[in-house]
């Protein structure tokens, strides 16, 4: 990414916004390339829930349909609606499925519902005995015990001789629960319960592995997977260094640098404590901009795994955040800077090249898709081009 203090965005509210966000698209294009080719012979789908893991849905799918996906798939139907005019030959699948109100949606913009319940299955069979025939996906739990089928049900479902002509699926598909950790037994129970599924539908395309699943190999790739995280350049797997760029930098403005003499405290609660002599920059950043209180570098009581908190960087060093993120503020010890260094309208990295988010995420006990998805209104956002 280019130095982002240079002048690659002539736009004056960026320049001048209090917090930030650059979003590399072609990172993301990149990143949705590199899954996959890693789903070998499956083509991989663009998850783009939550205004694409808070980017923006419409430079994201704009991206990601340049980048070769035909496959979308979103939360609610509101958010395909919102996809469909960018996207227009695309197949878009809805997770929640149709309800009772909003059948029409799907009608008018060539949505895909996602049954996953029997009683879902009844509701969209009573449609299309009165419209005519609708693609729709099966979704099966193999032991998450969230939405779907279960297997039993699923399979009662194949070997239904009533089951109606105009029933037919064109994805068969299961979330796995634990793939982020690959030794975990879960994942083989869950895929061995998801061959069974699809042996009894056969002739039918089917979808297991999320991005994490799509690192524990060829058997959990079947016909189509599904990476999210790790396309939005996200960490996939425990344990492992992740290999996808960073799509989001975050950055905000030092509104003042203040002074704190030995002894002092500064934030809510006394909760930044002095040793020495201090310099501290306080930034305008907080939990209103979804950079959680949980990130806090003290004074939050119930973390204990990551008792220090996080990190920005500023001017190629690391920073520590001090005391309690408030709603609109945070503060960060730029003591050892020399005097100057650092001055009022300087911007500091909360998370992006240097900060991965993440390990801001962790020091908030929490993981990169809540920092990415709660990302807030009060961002100004620039975009790098995809090549």
Same mark, same amino acid.
């Given at each position: ?11 004056? +509210? ?5 917090? *930030? ?10 990143? &949705? ?11 991989? +789908? ?12 419409? @430079?994201?799918? *704009? ?21 469909? @005019? ?6 878009? !699948?809805?997770?929640?499925?149709? &309800? ?120 959990? !790739? ?20 992740? @290999? ?99 001055? @009022? ?43």
């Amino acid at each position: 990414m280019a130095n982002l203090h240079t002048p690659l965005f002539a736009d004056p +509210a960026f320049e001048a916004a209090s917090n *930030r966000l650059t979003i590399d698209l072609g990172a993301l294009a990149d990143n &949705w390339r590199h899954m996959d080719r890693l789903s070998g012979k499956a083509r991989a +789908a663009a998850v783009m829930k939550a205004n694409a893991y808070g980017i923006g849905i419409e @430079p994201a799918a *704009r991206t990601l349909y340049a980048a070769g996906a035909r496959d979308f798939f979103v939360a609610s139907v509101e958010e395909g609606v919102a996809l469909r @005019p960018i996207v227009p030959d695309a197949r878009i !699948h809805i997770l929640a499925g149709m &309800w009772p109100g909003n059948e029409q949606l799907f009608f008018d913009n060539g949505l895909v519902p996602i049954i996953n319940s029997e009683e879902q299955l009844a509701f969209f069979m009573s449609v299309l005995s009165q419209r005519g025939d609708h693609p729709c996906v099966l979704h099966v739990d193999t032991g998450m015990n969230r939405l779907g089928l279960t297997r039993d049900e699923a399979l009662a479902l194949a070997g239904d001789p009533a089951r109606p002509a105009s029933f037919s699926p064109v994805l068969v598909m299961s979330h796995l629960a634990c793939a982020d950790d690959q030794a975990h037994p879960l994942n083989r129970r869950q895929l061995e319960s998801f061959r069974a599924v699809t042996a009894a539908f056969e002739g039918i395309e089917s979808s297991l592995a999320n991005s994490a699943g799509i690192h524990l190999g060829s058997d959990f !790739h079947f016909d189509m997977t599904r990476p999210g995280i790790a396309t939005y350049g996200g960490e996939a797997v425990n344990g492992l260094a992740n @290999p996808m760029k960073p799509v989001v930098t975050a950055e905000a403005r030092i509104l003042q640098i203040r002074r704190v003499r030995t002894g002092e405290t500064a934030s809510y609660g006394g909760s930044a404590q002095f040793a020495r002599d201090s310099r501290v920059a306080i930034v305008a950043i907080g939990y209103a901009d979804g950079y959680h209180r949980s990130v806090s570098g003290g004074g939050v009581t119930l973390r204990q795994a990551t008792p220090s908190g996080a990190y920005g960087f500023l001017h190629g060093r690391q920073v520590p955040h001090l005391g309690r993120v408030t709603m609109d503020l945070s503060l960060f010890d730029i003591t050892d800077f020399a005097d100057n260094a650092v001055r @009022p309208g300087d911007y500091i990295e909360l998370f992006g090249n240097n900060v991965a988010v993440d390990d801001v995420a962790r020091a908030g006990g929490t993981i990169g898709y809540e920092m990415l998805t709660s990302l807030g209104k009060r961002y100004e956002r620039a975009y790098i081009e995809a090549e």
